[in-house]
C-alpha cells in the first residue's frame, strides 16, 4: 500500500498559478502509475493529468497548455503545475497512485478556488 498527502491548494485570482504537490509514503519510481483528478460541487470526479508510463504524459483537454505534471523520484513527490488559472478549475484535487495489480490509492484531496 500507498499512502497519498497533497498540499498546495489555496485560493488564487483568475490568470493565477499553484503549484499541487503530493508525497508518497514509499517510492513511486517503478510500480505505481500516478496522476492528479479533480472533482467539482455537483460534479463526478474527472482526470486532470496523470503519467501512462515512466515519461509520458495525458491531459484533459481543459487543461492542456496550462497545467503540467511532473514528479521528482528522489522525494517520492508528484507535482501539479497549473498556470493561467480559471474559475471553472475550482474543484478538491486528488492525487492517485495505481500499482501493479491495479490498486487504486487516493489522497484527502486538497481545495482549488480560482476567484477574484
Known amino acids: 500500500q500507498v499512502q497519498l498527502v497533497e498540499s498546495g491548494g489555496g485560493l488564487v485570482q483568475p490568470g493565477g498559478s499553484l503549484r499541487l504537490s503530493c508525497a508518497a509514503s514509499?517510492?513511486?519510481?517503478?510500480?505505481?502509475?500516478m496522476g492528479w483528478y479533480r472533482q467539482a460541487p455537483g460534479k463526478q470526479r474527472e482526470l486532470v493529468a496523470h503519467?501512462?508510463?515512466?515519461?509520458?504524459?495525458t491531459y484533459a483537454d481543459s487543461v492542456k497548455g496550462r497545467f503540467t505534471i511532473s514528479k521528482d523520484n528522489a522525494k517520492n513527490t508528484v507535482y501539479l503545475q497549473m498556470n493561467s488559472l480559471k474559475p471553472e478549475d475550482t474543484a478538491v484535487y486528488y492525487c492517485?497512485?495505481?500499482?501493479?495489480?491495479?490498486?487504486?490509492?487516493w489522497g484527502q484531496g486538497t481545495q482549488v478556488t480560482v476567484s477574484s
Open positions: 514509499r517510492s513511486i519510481s517503478s510500480g505505481y502509475r
Open positions: 503519467f501512462t508510463s515512466a515519461f509520458t504524459t
Open positions: 492517485k497512485a495505481i500499482d501493479a495489480f491495479f490498486n487504486s490509492y
